[in-house]
């Protein structure tokens, strides 16, 4: 990309030069470059300097200053030096020098400016900006941001510049061709408009080629197009001669020309300039669809300056022009005609009259405005202009006129003057009329005079003011008249008047414009007619009031207010409202939802109420939901009363637990007699009424055995529920020891209920003593006590939200009738009830308590802080809150006025005595009263004092000294203690003990109550409520709550949109007065969400994320800072999985699917296409009649009220059959994917593809770790705050689950994508990660590369080959994707030096000294000599097993590489240009490695993979398995060995060497088995054997030339696939061939030796069975292994030989199991072969064992019959088992290379019979017979063949003869 720049900068500065050459431009070069500076990017600036000396006084000198942006520096500066300086442009003009002066370049913060050498900043600059270096003397060389002004750097004439010449390169470059294309905006203010002749006839003249230095030229420079903006139609671009633009750049609407679209109106699309015509650019003429348009011209012409005869001359021009006119391409004039003229006659009045065949419509003229000639039939003449500029039409058969009537002619006089009033209207913005403005106005036209002639006929004569209308008032517009004017008096009226008699104001605009006119007598208006009658309208007003905005009392202020209005209130004159009605509250904070109300005296129509939607009877006024239709409540009639609705009986169980210490006992006698004697039913409200009470069960705790329960009568348990254990009757189970279980109380007793008797116990035989029983009779004088009354107080809490204000008066009259409803016992009577106390909430926390009338509280109760009384009120009446529980207002027993003046006390009150009710004894019979003995008085005993316990928290720091008495914090709370003990215990109280305690500052009280009784706890709980109140209206005391925050929804989810509300009743219930108080809200664990919205006593939290999980807090303060907190913990969960069936699937047209959505805790229904909620969770899909053949429908899974959703894809198909059906993939058509479902904690898809074969193939895991997936989502949304704790749960979760991780590679690239965006988080938010945060992301990262993770990363790495990586991940790799991760880490781990060793990592940033040296985990060790100087920062991260997650993939694109060193990440501050790095081998395969090389990792290999590459790494040494590497550039370092065999030139010459000379044998081979073929094929044996070295020879030699072709296919450049894997095919095959041959030529010989007479097999049997063994077999070996693999791009190696694949799927199997098999087997064979030698030898003649050694004959025949059985391919064996015994491989190169040799020498040169076949004299005198004891070509093997051929005479044995024979040689 440098050099197209460089050249495009260089081409740029010539044409400039060569523009401003012209003659004209030196003067104007200023103004030039300030156009070009306005109309472009680039900031050029233009400045003459001053001549340079006397020498150069002609000439003049520019410095141009150029500002580009360019991204190779280096390249620039060497272009710029390789000039030579001054060249010429012309002779004029001449280029001096071309300087660098000033580099900037973006950082963090902004730009940073550099001067290059020789240059600096000024000292204003260096201040202004801050330098970047030191400031040397008065000048800097770097400042931090881009100089204002467009300055640049300055020489520095105080630097010595020392130029050093740089030697020029002679190496000589092919030369490449550029086309640069140059765009010249040139502001035509400042040019000729000669500038394209100019510019065209200075390109023409330049010699080509120019040369800019010696690496670049200017071979030929084209004007191509020039774009004009002074054409007609604005911008036209027109191409020079010989180019044009593609034929489709040009329509009808942009082209200005034909053919080869050459001219365009508008800049060319995407900056496309002319091309080379050539004759495919040719353009067709599009075809134009005309389209015709009348156009109306108006001409108006000054009839001074116009000829006499102007329209004679135009109707002439007219007919003398010839039509059409083309005025372009898409546009031609018809037609032009004249039709109306116009001109001024005598009296300046204008005459219009139609041309001939043009005339008006009729209605057009009439007897004012005509001048048409009596006779004519036409509306032709008309005076003035015509209405609406109508001008004359063509005649029409509706143009004919009626005849007019007669117009009567008056004599010739002169015309009368007309006076005509006009009126102007004019609107003048309020916003800029000014107070004086019409004062000013009327004053001009006092003074204005018009005398002057407006024209000939025209003169204005009076000019006045009428009518002021002015928006500003009350009631809209009010117009006035001034003076001497007025309306008519219609015009005015009761309704819009503001004025009497003249009519000169009204209300509003006047209607048609009608203004003021001058007043007359007749302009007094008699007396306003009485207004018009008033019509009622009635007007609904909806509104709609956010319940978190207002308080819960928002219907109580809209009642009062409404009350308080007086009306009518009147809008205007003709609008006033009458009166408004509240008439329908509806409130959501109801228990049922939202519940709608009708206000007193309003109802809904009976028909809108049912039983599901009412909430009240008879006259409909209570519905839950919103009205149906809004129709709202209307006033009650006797038509709105409703019929009641049905009764529905209901039981209700009622316990009652009653202290028995409070009660008499014969409490249950009186509830029965209570019950007996009420009468039923009882009516509660309109719709409940109490039908019966029945008293069932008593239970008793006095009773011997504990609590006794007894059934009432009529009521009993069922008999299961006794027993002998717990009963304590008989039959019907009517008492129990204790409870019942379950609570289950006495039922009705029935016939079933009766339980059989028990059996009876055995008697004691012992005789039971009778003991007598006394009877005493007492004789008891019953005195009758007087009836006591006690007050009893009852406190009903209802809740605000769900009730209105007439609830109060409904309690008040059932209060009053109450009494006579309710019948009691005789010892008990109500006397009286009242209401004393309405308390309402004025705020969430504060109540605000009114007294009824007649009621009262002390006035030591009211004071200035909590009294709400008014300012006329003698009485405490009102006050905000409570003073304690259930102390409420008491008769006004007096009148006595409470002082206003007078502080009022502290101490209140007593409230009234509430005395418990005694009932007076039954009566009994009287007896004569005896006289009672005198009694004797006895003094009362002192009451012993009971202990009242308290504690509170005051909010302020302990101090020791609040222990002494004297401290006024001591005295202070003692008193209060004191006082409001004595007031609400009403007994003797003391303050036993009063400590302080730390802990803020805890106050310990101890109260000391002398009462006969102890206190109710009722009592003490109102005196410690009323202490801390007092103690907190002077100290700041701290309240704790006894509940959490209110939370809605609960549970709570990521991602929910959550409402927190503190919940102040604990606060409200002790009585406290809360004014003025201020609430916060803050969080435990940090600041509060940024988008939480808080509205006092809520938050509201739009999305919640785990990030905001913590412990948050409401505290309210008020008074002196006491502080009231409530807390609560919220944990979010994660959304439950949603669990679709099926994810895809294919349906048929006239097929059903059932679709299931299932989700745990939530609930999900299914959503159609359509965007329809179906409501269900399960749906069956019948698909429509419209159903075609690959419709794609869509149908979701959405969770309720949330967005989260899952999407089930249906196919649908008309084919009668599906071509793959599976449990997991459901059904698919070929070619169509099918998914299934992934395991459990797994989130994502299995994917299949439906193949041609029914069968579901490539098949994909996409399932990820479900616990990943929700990191990978809460990784997207990062920040400082997060980042730590994310890192923390990362490292859990990775530990916690690292073997499912490292088995998933799609949850490997959901960590991978994770580390991305916390990286990017980190780098964009400027975040530097502490080291606890580093570590954990190094042993997340570090546990992903254990060894058991290489197979995933290996199957990642291969598929990235295929293009299949995960596309959200910043690389195309995945492993690229891991390792750019830490490349980008130390920019984001902070400035300070760093040090961490984990498991996997170890990661040192450390200050870069001269020289650096370190030795990491004793495996790598770094050097850099040179460190550039400045101790900058070096970060070093050592990876322990990289090595399993990079591929060994190579710049060569050799995978048989691995890497097997430790990978070395070395990211300096500063550029370094020399580091050493010395690694330790490491050997984790089985494999012999060598060779190593150095490497680093290049992230741009393979167009975005990344690979392996040495440039500029070589290696220095490799010994005692280290390897030395020295680099001149930093990144990701390692070594790259070969895990195969030893690579060694030796072992390359043995191999092909030997394969060439095998080649050049195995064709003279076949060349004389042709050539002696026929003389050997008489022999059945030697045929067969002479078939099988052909087809062995023909097999391993085109084996072999197939592989020299594999070589040359795997050396090249770039491998051609196909050829290799036809290659691979055709050597496994002969290979193959060539064993199984060897097989059958063992498999013969085998058959030879044990069966040696003739008979058995015939020889077309064997061939068969032979060619079916060496060519069948092979074959279908090697079609079933490339059928198998090459689908899966897996039967090749990658990037090695052309060879079968090992490590993807095991290819070389089906070669190395077939081919060890026959060795082994041909093994065997020669084995048993040697046996029959030796022991024919043994067993012999003399003749025979004498012939030769027994050594020599087993080495003769291993000779020649080891090349035959392929016996050296098992040397292969021992490279498996001792791969680094470089023996072992020579040997295996040299005897499998020359294999092709060794069948010649022995297989047929060696063989007497076939040089006996090549002899001339053998063939002519082939009967002569030949002794044994001339030899043969091999002793023991022709002997054996010799027998073999014998006939098979005797079948028990057989002789060899020493004499003549008749048998065939064995060589045949």
Not at 180 to 194: D, G
Not at 506 to 529: K, R
Not at 766 to 784: D, F, G, L, M, S
């Amino acid at each position: 990309m440098a050099l197209p720049k460089a050249l495009r900068f260089g081409v740029l500065m010539l044409v400039m030069c060569f523009t401003f050459n012209q003659p004209g431009f030196r003067q104007s070069v200023s103004v030039f470059f300030q156009d070009l500076r306005d109309a472009t990017s680039s900031i050029l600036h233009a400045r003459e300097k001053r001549q340079a000396s006397s020498a150069l006084s002609n000439f003049t000198e520019y410095d141009l200053q150029l500002v580009i942006t360019f991204s190779d520096l280096e390249s620039l500066q060497t272009l710029l030096s390789n000039i030579s300086f001054p060249f010429a442009i012309n002779n004029t003009v001449e280029v001096n020098s071309i300087e660098t002066t000033t580099v900037c370049t973006p950082n963090i913060t902004g730009y940073q400016c550099a001067c290059e050498e020789s240059f600096a900043w000024s000292y204003n600059n260096c201040v202004t900006y801050g330098v970047c270096d030191a400031i040397i003397g008065d000048k800097c060389g770097c400042i931090n941001g881009l100089p204002a002004d467009d300055q640049f750097c300055q020489p520095n004439i105080s630097q010595t510049v020392t130029t050093t010449a740089t030697p020029s390169s002679t190496q000589a470059n092919d030369l490449m061709d550029f086309d640069v294309v140059i765009v010249v905006f040139i502001p035509t203010s400042s040019v000729r408009p000669s500038i394209f002749s100019d510019v065209r006839s200075t390109v023409q003249n330049l010699t080509f080629p120019i040369r800019i230095s010696q690496t670049l030229e200017v071979k030929e420079i084209y004007f191509t197009t020039a774009c004009d903006p002074n054409s007609a139609n604005g911008l036209q671009c027109q191409c020079e001669s010989g180019f044009a633009w593609p034929c489709d750049r040009c329509n009808s609407s942009n082209s200005c020309n034909n053919q080869t679209c050459t001219c365009l109106y508008g800049l060319p699309p995407n900056d496309e300039f002319c091309q080379p015509v050539s004759n495919a650019t040719i353009c067709e003429p599009t075809p134009i669809e005309c389209v015709d348009i009348e156009v109306i011209l108006d001409l108006q012409l000054p009839v001074t300056t116009a000829p006499s005869n102007l329209l004679d001359l135009l109707r002439a021009a007219l007919r003398n022009e010839t039509f059409p006119i083309e005025l372009s391409q898409s546009l031609d004039v018809l037609d032009v005609e004249l039709t109306t003229a116009c001109s001024p006659n005598s009296t300046d009045e204008l005459l219009c009259q139609c041309e001939e065949g043009f005339a008006w419509p009729c209605h057009m003229c009439n007897s004012s405005n005509t001048c048409n000639d009596p006779s004519n039939l036409f509306c032709t003449c008309l005076n003035g202009l015509p209405s609406n500029n109508n001008f004359c039409q063509p005649i029409t058969n509706s143009s004919v006129c009626p005849t007019p009537t007669p117009v009567t002619t008056v004599s010739t006089t002169p015309s009368p003057i007309y006076e005509i009033d006009l009126v102007v209207e004019v609107h003048i913005p309020i916003s800029s009329y000014q107070s004086d403005m019409l004062d000013e106005f009327r004053e001009s036209l006092n003074n204005k005079t018009f005398l002057t002639p407006f024209s000939k006929s025209l003169n204005i004569t009076e000019l006045s003011l009428t009518t002021v209308c002015d928006p500003n008032s009350p009631y809209g517009y009010q117009c006035v008249c001034e003076s001497s004017f007025a309306w008519p008096c219609d015009m005015c009226s009761s309704n819009n008047s503001c004025s009497n008699q003249t009519c000169t104001c009204i209300y509003g605009l006047p209607s048609n414009n009608d203004f003021c006119e001058p007043i007359t007598n007749n302009s007094i208006c008699p007396t306003p007619t009485p207004p018009p009658e008033l019509v009622d309208i009635d007007v609904v007003v909806v509104s709609f009031i956010p319940t978190s905005s207002v308080p819960s009392s928002i219907f109580t202020y809209v009642r009062s207010t409404l009350q308080r209005l007086t009306f009518p209130i009147r809008i205007s004159q003709t609008l006033q409202m009458k009166e408004v009605n509240f008439t329908t509250a509806c409130d959501p904070n109801s228990a049922n939802g939202l519940q709608c109300q009708c206000e007193s005296g309003f109802a809904w129509p009976c028909d809108t109420c049912n039983s599901s939607n009412s909430c009240n009877n008879q006259a409909c006024t209570c519905l839950y939901g919103l009205p149906p239709n809004d129709e709202f409540c209307q006033p009650v009639s006797n038509a709105t009363i409703c019929e009641p609705t049905p009764i529905v009986d209901i039981d209700v169980g009622i316990v009652v637990f009653i202290p028995t210490s409070r009660v008499l006992p014969s409490i249950f006698s009186d509830v029965r007699s209570t019950l007996q004697i009420i009468t039923f039913p009882i009516r509660i409200s309109q719709t409940l009424e109490v039908k019966e009470v029945n008293f069932t069960t008593a239970c008793d705790p006095n009773s011997a055995n504990g609590l006794q329960c007894q059934c009432e009568s009529g009521f009993a348990w069922p008999c299961d529920r006794c027993n002998s254990s717990n009963s304590c009757n008989n039959q019907t189970c009517t008492c129990l020891y204790g409870l019942p279980p379950n609570d289950e109380y006495c039922q009705p007793v029935s016939n079933s209920s009766v339980c059989p008797t028990p059996t009876p116990a055995t008697a004691d035989p012992t005789t039971a003593a009778t003991t007598p029983v006394a009877t005493t009779v007492a004789t008891t004088v019953a005195t009758i006590e007087p009836l006591k009354d006690t007050d009893v107080i009852f406190v009903f809490r209802i809740p605000a939200s769900i009730v209105q204000s007439y609830p109060i008066q409904l309690l008040k009259s059932k209060f009053y009738n109450l009494t006579n409803d309710v019948t009691l016992p005789a010892f008990l009577k109500v006397k009286e009830i009242k209401l004393t106390t309405v308390c309402s909430p004025i705020t969430p926390v504060q109540l605000r308590c009114q007294c009824e009338d007649s009621f009262a509280w002390p006035c030591d109760l009211c004071n200035t802080s909590n009294s709400c009384n008014g300012d006329t009120s003698q009485q405490c009446t009102c006050r905000n809150g409570l003073s304690s529980i259930n102390q409420y207002c008491q008769p006004l027993l007096s009148s006595t006025p409470c002082s206003a003046t007078t502080p009022l006390p502290n101490i209140t009150a007593p409230p009234p005595t509430i005395a418990t009710p005694e009932p007076t004894p039954p009566p009994t019979i009287a007896t004569p009263e005896p006289t009672p003995p005198p009694t004797i008085a006895t003094p009362e005993p002192t009451p012993t004092p009971k202990n009242v316990l308290g504690t509170f928290t005051i909010d302020m720091p302990f101090d020791i000294s609040f222990n002494d008495k004297n401290n006024q914090v001591y005295k202070t709370i003692y008193d209060a203690t004191l006082n409001k003990c004595t007031i609400v215990l009403k007994n003797k109280c003391e303050v036993k003990n009063l400590t302080f305690t730390p802990g803020s500052t805890i106050a310990n009280y101890e109260l000391n109550v002398f009462s006969p009784d102890p206190p109710p706890d009722i009592k003490v709980t109102i005196t410690k409520n009323e202490i801390l109140s007092e103690v907190a209206s002077k100290y700041p005391v701290s309240i704790p709550s006894s509940k959490p925050l209110s939370v809605d929804p609960n549970p709570l989810y990521v991602g929910d949109s959550i409402k927190v509300t503190c919940d102040p009743s604990d606060l409200t219930s002790t009585g406290l007065s809360i004014i003025n108080e201020t609430v916060s809200w803050t969080r435990k664990e940090g600041a509060l969400p940024k988008q939480s919205i808080i509205d006092k006593y809520s938050i509201l939290i739009p999305k919640f994320s785990i990030y905001d999980d913590g412990v948050y807090e409401c505290k309210i303060t008020w008074g002196a800072g006491s502080t009231f907190i409530q807390t609560r913990q919220l944990i979010s969960k994660a959304l439950p999985l949603i669990t679709v069936t099926p994810i895809r699937d294919t349906v048929k047209c006239s097929g059903t699917r059932e679709l299931t959505c299932q989700v745990d805790e939530l609930k999900a229904t299914l959503i159609d296409p359509n965007g329809n909620d179906l409501g269900v969770a399960s749906w069956n899909f019948v698909p429509s009649d419209s159903c075609n053949d690959g419709d794609v429908l869509t149908y979701k899974c959405k969770l309720s009220g949330r967005d989260s959703a899952k999407e089930i894809t249906l196919i649908l198909t008309r084919k009668p059959n599906f071509d793959c059906i599976s449990d997991i993939y459901g059904n698919a058509i070929i070619g169509n994917i099918g998914v299934g479902k992934c395991d459990t904690n797994y989130e994502g898809e299995k994917t299949a593809v439906c193949m041609e074969d029914g069968k579901y193939g490539d098949e994909q895991d996409k399932c990820v770790l479900q616990v990943i997936v929700d990191l990978l989502v809460r990784s997207k949304e990062l920040n400082e705050l997060t980042i730590p704790v994310f890192l923390e749960d990362l490292k859990n979760a990775t530990v916690q689950n690292n073997n499912l991780i490292i088995e998933s590679p799609a949850t490997l690239i959901a960590m991978i994508k994770i580390f991305e965006n916390v990286a990017n988080a980190s780098t964009s938010l400027q975040i530097n990660l502490g080291r606890n945060s580093t570590t954990n992301f190094l042993e997340s990262a570090g546990l992903l590369m254990i060894d058991d993770a290489r197979e995933s990363w290996s199957f990642l790495n291969y598929n990235d080959t295929r293009n299949t990586t995960e596309e959200e991940l910043l690389k195309d790799s995945s492993s690229s994707a891991f390792l750019n991760v830490f490349e980008n880490l130390p920019s984001f781990i902070g400035n300070d030096t760093l040090d961490i060793n984990t498991d996997f990592i170890i990661l040192n940033k450390t200050r870069l000294t001269e020289p650096f040296s370190s030795v990491y985990n004793s495996s790598v060790e770094i050097e850099i000599p040179q460190a550039g100087g400045d101790e900058e920062f070096i970060t070093i991260i050592i990876f322990a097993s990289m090595y399993n997650v990079l591929p060994g993939r190579d710049k060569l694109n050799t995978s048989s590489s691995r890497v097997h060193g430790r990978v070395a990440l070395v990211r300096p501050e500063v550029e370094i240009s020399n580091i050493s790095l010395t690694f330790d081998v490491i050997n984790y395969t089985n494999f012999t490695i060598g060779n190593p090389k150095c490497v680093f990792w290049d992230f741009n290999l393979y167009d975005g993979l990344g690979g392996w590459s040495d440039d500029g790494c070589s290696l220095v040494y490799f010994e005692n398995e280290t390897v030395s590497c020295n680099c001149n550039h930093t990144t990701s370092f390692s070594i790259l060995m070969s895990p195969d065999s030893p690579r060694s030139l030796i072992l390359d010459f043995i191999t092909y060497i030997g394969v060439g000379i095998s080649m050049a044998c195995l064709v003279i081979c076949l060349i004389i088995e042709a050539v002696i073929w026929r003389k050997i094929n008489k022999n059945a044996t030697s045929y067969l054997r002479h078939v099988s070295i052909v087809n062995i020879a023909l097999s391993l030699l085109i084996a072999n030339i197939w592989f020299i072709i594999g070589a040359a296919i795997s050396d090249a450049d770039q491998k051609n696939p196909p050829a290799c894997t036809a290659a691979t095919f055709f050597i496994h095959f002969f290979y193959l061939a060539l064993f199984f041959w060897m097989l059958a030529s063992a498999l013969l010989l085998l058959y030879r030796t044990l069966s040696v007479f003739d008979g058995g097999l015939s020889k077309l049997t064997m061939l068969i069975i032979g060619f079916s063994l060496g060519y069948g077999a092979p074959l279908i070996i090697a079609t079933i292994t490339i059928a198998a693999t090459a689908p899966s791009n897996e039967y090749i190696r990658e990037n090695v030989v052309c060879w079968l694949n090992w490590y993807e799927s095991k290819a070389l199997l089906a070669f190395v199991i077939p081919a060890l098999t026959i060795v082994m087997i041909n093994f065997i064979i020669l084995i048993v072969v040697l046996y029959k030698i030796l022991r024919r030898r043994v067993g012999g003649n003399a003749a025979q064992t004498g012939e030769k050694h027994v050594l020599y004959v087993i080495a003769r025949s291993l000779a020649v019959l080891t090349p035959f059985f392929g016996l050296t391919w098992g040397l292969g064996i021992g490279t498996m088992v001792d791969p680094k015994n470089f023996g072992i491989h020579v040997a295996f190169a040299f005897f499998n290379s020359l294999q092709g040799f060794f069948i010649l020498v022995f297989g047929t040169l060696l063989d007497k019979k076939v040089w006996s076949a090549m002899n001339i004299r053998s063939l002519t005198s082939q009967g002569r017979t030949q002794s044994t004891s001339a030899g043969t070509s091999s002793s023991g093997l022709s002997n054996l063949f010799q027998r073999m051929r014998r006939n098979r005479g005797s079948r028990s044995g057989y002789n060899v003869s020493s004499g003549p024979s008749n048998s065939e040689p064995l060589n045949t």
